[in-house]
């Protein structure tokens, strides 16, 4: 087979404080099946952990591997700096703590290949979380169920189609060019949101189980919730920005914030009863994490997990500001 057959890609991969998961991220990358040229752009931000000098002993080791600073730290300002370093046609994006399988280049650039004749222009798969430590992996148990996350497919698994959005994802670089990239006003969600952007110009948006990308989750329950308040702030920014992209899935988790907020309110009155919501609530996550756990550790933590993970996120969307969006502008790439 020649070039033709196997088209360069260019990995794009923001790096902001990744020095225990970086390497292992690049050498998955550099590690696949595919016959292909492989280039890996690191977007740096400024790190407190040694992940620069990390950087530049990869660089040193591995000339398939590349760096550009990205002097404000953010994702989606980093991904628009790599994108626009790339030599190729085909954008393969991953993260810092992050490690694709050996054959995941080749699958998504054949399945993207074979669909753009149907208007597909990024396909993703599932982000397969995996925890190291007992916490992380209560974590990911956590963000692997329905009872967690809710039943998109990225986390959950499902059969392949057309879907909203897709963990990562591989790109035609044209489409992203096309729609300005990523909006770099966004701190999170950017993907979600781009996809929305990918979809209105035409594009379609490709989930593939046979893809899987290995995520780390976090470490402690402050990140945890910091994490996942974050996500509902800004996902309610995106339901701002583009009306009507709000389904009741999302709404979930704000409208147990407020039931149980309520709830704990009107329960100071001496009336009692109205905790029953609580408890119902509390009950169905201890009973959800015995039988989604797969050891005792993880039935006990997964409890506190999942209700730091569903009132992070409700939180954050129900207080989201209107002022996260008001600064910076959507970039174009050229």
Known sequence: MNSVTYPGVSVIMPVLNEFNHLEAAVRAALAQDYLGEIEVILA?????DGTENLVSQIIQAEKRVKSIVNLTGRTATALNLAIKESRFDYIVRIDGHSEIERSYI???????????????????????AEGITRFERAVARAMRSPLGVGSSRFHVGGDAGESDTVYLGVFKKS????????????TRAQDWELN?????????????????????????????????FEYG????????????TVNLRY???PL????NALSLVLAMTNTYYFLAPVA???????????????????RALLPMVITTMHHSWGLGFLTSPKRLLVQGRLKANG
């Open 44 to 48: 740096v931000g400024p790190s407190k």
């Open 106 to 128: 080749a699958n998504a650039v054949n399945a993207l290949r074979q669909r753009e004749s149907e208007g597909v222009v990024n396909v993703g798969g599932v982000m397969a």
């Open 175 to 186: 489409a992203l060019l096309a729609v300005g990239g990523f909006d770099e006003r966004y």
């Open 196 to 228: 929305y952007r990918l979809r209105l110009n035409g594009g379609k948006i490709w989930f593939d189980p046979a893809l899987r990308v290995t995520y780390r989750p976090r470490g402690d329950f402050r990140s945890l919730a910091k994490q996942y």
């Open 233 to 244: 702030r800004w996902r309610r920014v995106v339901s701002r920005q583009h009306l009507g």
């Open 251 to 253: 709404l979930a988790a």
């Open 256 to 259: 147990a914030v407020a039931i």
């Open 280 to 298: 119902l609530y509390l009950a169905s996550m201890i009973l959800g994490g015995i039988v989604i756990g797969k050891s005792w550790s993880e």
